[in-house]
């Protein structure tokens, strides 16, 4: 009897599921989830950089746990050794090991990527959002401002802001953000000036609703999926910016094992000692490959008009 009961519970979920007609907004909300996560498992390459971004982000939170030695810890008597059965990925040029410093750095680049996507998404979003619905001089003023960020390079623009403000985590993240959230904001701003025209903008225009509640609880909520997908793509760009930044000492200060700083530091012995550079190396890059990948299958999930 209780094996039957459990054999249709499934039954009655995935036909609950996949319901031709929902009874209930919730029910819809699943139903959309439901396809959402089949349509993104259905692009490999999304799930797999999806499942190197899961391994990156529970070493990083684990790293206490999965290392082996002290990130600090130097001996000398033991620099520059390749990977052996107590370092597992060698030593550096300070007889650190390398693969303990790379399981926390991964906890400094995920902190760095995570933080300037939380600066930066509604700071896009809001400019973006005002800009296009409020229209006139506002618009006007906002996207020059955004043009005159747009002009340079974010990486050099990011580098004039942490050498003014100075170097460090904190300072580098700062930078990063004001470089990387005019391209959200006119993401968003093209968003709203196809969204705006909708019938249902002007229903509750003409009930009389402000233009900052049309825009917080109308338009936002269209452009947040596109804005989304948009910062989870830029993620690759931010992990290179904060990398670089690291690389010249503008970012993470030593001792801390920041990958660009860990790069930096073995950049004098890449001809005789390959690994020392190669490892953090390697790290940003597939970490910023799994962002790019991720992103193109949410870009395919979280698009309203993909067909």
């Given at each position: 009897m209780t094996d039957s009961v459990n054999r249709a519970t499934p039954t009655t979920l995935r036909s609950w599921l996949r319901a031709p007609a929902p009874a209930t907004p919730f029910q819809a909300?699943?139903?959309?989830?439901?396809?959402?996560?089949?349509r993104f498992c259905a692009n490999h390459s999304a799930l797999f950089g999806l499942l190197v971004l899961l391994?990156?982000?529970?070493?990083?939170?684990?790293?206490?746990?999965?290392a082996t030695h002290d990130i600090y810890a130097q001996d000398l008597a033991h620099r520059l050794h390749p990977p052996s059965?107590?370092?597992w990925l060698g030593t550096d040029e300070l007889g650190?090991?390398?693969?303990?410093?790379l399981l926390f750095g991964a906890r400094i680049t995920l902190y760095i990527a995570g933080l300037t996507a939380i600066i930066i998404t509604p700071l896009g979003?809001?400019?973006?959002?005002?800009?296009g619905y409020i229209g006139g001089w506002v618009d006007?003023?906002?996207m020059r401002i955004v043009d005159i960020f747009l002009a340079f390079p974010s990486l050099i623009l990011a580098l004039a802001f942490v050498a003014a403000l100075g170097p460090g985590i904190e300072n580098a993240i700062i930078a990063i953000a004001i470089s990387s959230w005019p391209p959200i904001a006119r993401l968003a701003r093209a968003e709203t000036l196809s969204v705006r025209k909708m019938d249902y903008i002007a229903a509750v225009r003409l009930q009389g609703a402000s233009?900052?509640?049309i825009i917080l609880r109308h338009i936002m909520p269209m452009c947040l999926p596109s804005v989304v997908v948009r910062v989870t793509m830029n993620?690759?760009?931010?992990?290179?910016?904060?990398?670089?930044?690291?690389?010249?000492?503008l970012g993470a200060q030593a001792p801390s094992p920041e990958w660009g700083a860990m790069l930096a530091s073995g950049r004098e012995f890449m001809l005789n000692h390959g690994l020392i550079a190669a490892i953090p190396g390697l790290a940003i890059l597939f970490t910023s490959l799994a962002f790019n990948l991720l992103g193109d299958g949410l870009r395919d999930v979280m698009d309203l008009r993909h067909e």
């Amino acid at each position: 009897m209780t094996d039957s009961v459990n054999r249709a519970t499934p039954t009655t979920l995935r036909s609950w599921l996949r319901a031709p007609a929902p009874a209930t907004p919730f029910q819809a909300r699943m139903q959309q989830m439901w396809l959402q996560w089949h349509r993104f498992c259905a692009n490999h390459s999304a799930l797999f950089g999806l499942l190197v971004l899961l391994v990156i982000a529970l070493a990083a939170l684990f790293a206490p746990l999965l290392a082996t030695h002290d990130i600090y810890a130097q001996d000398l008597a033991h620099r520059l050794h390749p990977p052996s059965a107590d370092n597992w990925l060698g030593t550096d040029e300070l007889g650190r090991d390398i693969y303990s410093r790379l399981l926390f750095g991964a906890r400094i680049t995920l902190y760095i990527a995570g933080l300037t996507a939380i600066i930066i998404t509604p700071l896009g979003l809001i400019v973006g959002t005002s800009a296009g619905y409020i229209g006139g001089w506002v618009d006007t003023l906002l996207m020059r401002i955004v043009d005159i960020f747009l002009a340079f390079p974010s990486l050099i623009l990011a580098l004039a802001f942490v050498a003014a403000l100075g170097p460090g985590i904190e300072n580098a993240i700062i930078a990063i953000a004001i470089s990387s959230w005019p391209p959200i904001a006119r993401l968003a701003r093209a968003e709203t000036l196809s969204v705006r025209k909708m019938d249902y903008i002007a229903a509750v225009r003409l009930q009389g609703a402000s233009s900052w509640h049309i825009i917080l609880r109308h338009i936002m909520p269209m452009c947040l999926p596109s804005v989304v997908v948009r910062v989870t793509m830029n993620m690759a760009a931010i992990i290179l910016t904060a990398a670089g930044l690291g690389f010249l000492g503008l970012g993470a200060q030593a001792p801390s094992p920041e990958w660009g700083a860990m790069l930096a530091s073995g950049r004098e012995f890449m001809l005789n000692h390959g690994l020392i550079a190669a490892i953090p190396g390697l790290a940003i890059l597939f970490t910023s490959l799994a962002f790019n990948l991720l992103g193109d299958g949410l870009r395919d999930v979280m698009d309203l008009r993909h067909e």
